[in-house]
Nanobody, 119 residues
Framework: QVQLVESGGGLVQPGGSLRLSCAAS????????MGWYRQAPGKERELVAR???????NYADSVKGRFTISRDNAKNAVYLQMNSLKPEDTAVYYC?????????????WGQGTQVTVSS
């Protein structure tokens, strides 16, 4: 079983910054992709950013130039630095990690962390 623990959400004013963290634990043999998704009220969950392999990154158009995803392989951790936050960034943010564990593949989700951008 691979578990993810997220932290770093909260309330921030427009233009502010937050940094989300997600750490994976369990019998992990390797990680193929790490990413962040978000879901706003009444909307579907959407990809925010992800890292595939060593350093190939994808970002949603709405966050390009404002958000940066990074990973720490030694800690099996992924981070999302969010700058110049806007009210439309308000959502529950979920960490997702995909890889190989003892016994086969895994595709795990974090519990979600609330990000609220409001004055």
């Amino acid at each position: 079983q691979v578990q993810l623990v997220e932290s770093g959400g909260g309330l921030v004013q427009p233009g502010g910054s937050l940094r989300l963290s997600c750490a994976a634990s369990g019998s992990i043999s390797g990680i193929n992709a790490m990413g962040w998704y978000r879901q706003a009220p009444g909307k579907e969950r959407e990809l925010v950013a992800r890292i595939i392999g060593a350093d190939r990154t994808n970002y949603a158009d709405s966050v390009k130039g404002r958000f940066t995803i990074s990973r720490d392989n030694a800690k099996n951790a992924v981070y999302l630095q969010m700058n110049s936050l806007k009210p439309e960034d308000t959502a529950v943010y979920y960490c997702n990690v995909r890889g190989i564990k003892v016994g086969g593949l895994f595709d795990s989700w974090g519990q979600g962390t609330q990000v609220t951008v409001s004055s």
